[in-house]
């Protein structure tokens, strides 16, 4: 089966994880700058410097024969406080960027949200504080009526990622672990911001189109045949995907989400959340009105029933077998035999991708157009300066694999319509710095110059045949 004539190939970045030039022409500070500058492990700058080298980047995505890009704007380039003033220089800077998109025939894929908080937003309470809310509302309305060269908006990137690493396992600022409560009222607020802004957008009648971006880890029960582990892989699904699901995609959290969710809370003896009818109105307009999702998917989870207190531990350094997920009132983390892992401990299961992509296509069927918009693969990788380029074999097994679900999720009724690598060229990693690397381009973070990979060969000649290559 070969990909449609209007599939999009791209390629995905953020702009955190690109740009670098963190201090340039006014940019406001976010939530990372003053964690990493505490931890002292690594920070984004330079990153893959694509505030400076876009045109780059674009040229080689044209040249590898790729015709769409995952982009984010950074809130703080524009605001950089997050509301009030606002800088000319970020504005323009991303004009510039979506001109040479449409000189190159690129797509951009625009991201308004990922990660990267304006620093005063994230210390007024960040997702938690409704007036951030409307900042976030007032800051999208204005990138719709001053960028209208942008075609394909994304609301936010991955709210799960957000509000489970900020509040479980505290693997992003301010790095709480186990606030179950505000967890799931973060993820309710992250449901609401998207989906005012979804309504703010149809409200202004633009010749464009919307979406939200979610990182979808497909549960299954560790033993199939144990009503604890499907019960663990129900609750550990409920906090990793269904409430974002249900309250983007539906519109509504129906009684046996609400349900599941309390037992978490109950459990873990915190309190429960505030949900208003005004909410679950805005939340159903915009699920109406919703014109693609976005799947993230890289890997999937085996539950297992736990009973005992929570306790986690991030691999954040590609040592396999270091990270430990187990949680109260919900479950613990297996492998299932015979399933690889990579070493960032993430089960490699392409199966996951199809189901997933299935779940969405008979639970959610208002949507009718997908996207994946992140997968891939991250490897420690060097060039050594006798090599011509990096032999990435297992990162083309990977996304041969997962190429190979998306088209029998589409031969079985799904309409997905463009993949995005993840990622583009090498970049930085929230929690791996520059040891993890996805990029179909390997980046010399020294000199910043590129490399094609093996995988950028394979890639090209999947955009250029529509098929997956052997
Ligand atoms: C996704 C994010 O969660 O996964 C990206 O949208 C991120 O921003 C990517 O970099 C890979 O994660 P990691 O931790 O392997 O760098």
Not at 323 to 349: A, C, F, K, M, N
Request: aromatic share 14%; glycine share 8%; net charge negative.
């Amino acid at each position: 089966m070969k990909f449609p004539n209007d599939f999009l190939f791209g390629g995905a970045t953020a702009a955190y994880q690109v740009e670098g030039a963190t201090k340039a022409d006014g940019k406001g500070r976010v939530l990372w700058d003053g964690y990493l500058e505490k931890q002292g492990r690594f920070n984004a700058d330079p990153a893959s410097d694509f505030y400076h080298r876009y045109p780059e980047d674009l040229a080689l995505s044209k040249q590898f024969g790729l015709n769409a890009i995952r982009v984010s704007i950074a809130w703080s380039r524009i605001f950089p406080k997050g509301y009030g003033a606002i800088e000319q220089r970020g504005v323009d800077y991303y004009h510039k960027l979506f001109a040479e998109c449409a000189k190159d025939g690129i797509e951009p894929f625009v991201t308004l949200h990922h990660f990267d908080s304006p620093e005063n937003i994230y210390e007024d309470g960040d997702w938690l504080n409704p007036a951030n809310i409307d900042h976030f509302v007032d800051y999208a309305k204005f990138c719709f009526k001053e960028f209208p060269e942008v075609k394909y908006w994304i609301t936010i990137n991955e709210p799960t990622s957000s509000a489970v690493q900020q509040y479980v396992t505290g693997t992003f600022p301010p790095n709480e672990k186990y606030n179950f409560h505000k967890t799931f009222q973060a993820e309710h607020n992250l449901n609401l911001a998207h989906a005012r802004v979804v309504n703010a957008y149809k409200a202004m009648h633009l010749a464009g189109q919307i979406g939200i971006v979610h990182a979808l880890q497909t549960v299954y029960p560790l033993d199939p045949a144990s009503a604890g582990d499907q019960h663990a892989a129900d609750l550990q699904d409920t906090l990793d995907n269904r409430v974002f699901l249900d309250g983007t995609l539906a519109g509504h959290y129906p009684d046996e989400t609400l349900q599941l969710m309390r037992e978490i809370l109950v459990a873990n003896r915190q309190a429960d959340i505030q949900i208003s009818n005004a909410d679950e109105a805005e939340l159903q307009e915009a699920a109406d009105q919703l014109d693609f999702v976005g799947v993230n998917y890289y890997f999937s989870k085996f539950m297992k029933a736990y009973n005992g207190p929570s306790e986690t531990v991030h691999n954040g350094t590609g040592k396999k077998g270091s990270s430990i997920s187990r949680l109260q009132g919900i479950g613990e983390s297996g492998l299932r035999p015979g399933v690889p892992v990579t070493d960032w401990d993430w089960p490699i299961y392409p199966k996951g991708l199809y189901d997933q992509l299935m779940r969405i296509h008979q639970n959610y069927p208002n949507i009718k157009n997908l996207y994946i918009t992140e997968n891939g693969l991250g490897l420690k990788e060097s060039l050594s300066p006798d090599q011509h380029t990096i032999q990435d074999d297992k990162r083309i097994d990977y996304i041969q694999q997962h190429m190979n679900a998306i088209l029998q999720a589409m031969q079985d009724g799904v309409n997905v319509k463009g993949y995005f690598i993840w990622s583009l060229q090498d970049q930085f990693s929230w929690t791996n710095g520059y040891n993890k690397r996805y990029g179909l381009f390997y980046v010399d973070f020294d000199t910043q110059k590129r490399y094609p990979k093996k995988s950028a060969y394979w890639f090209k000649e999947m955009a250029e045949t529509h098929t997956v290559p052997a």
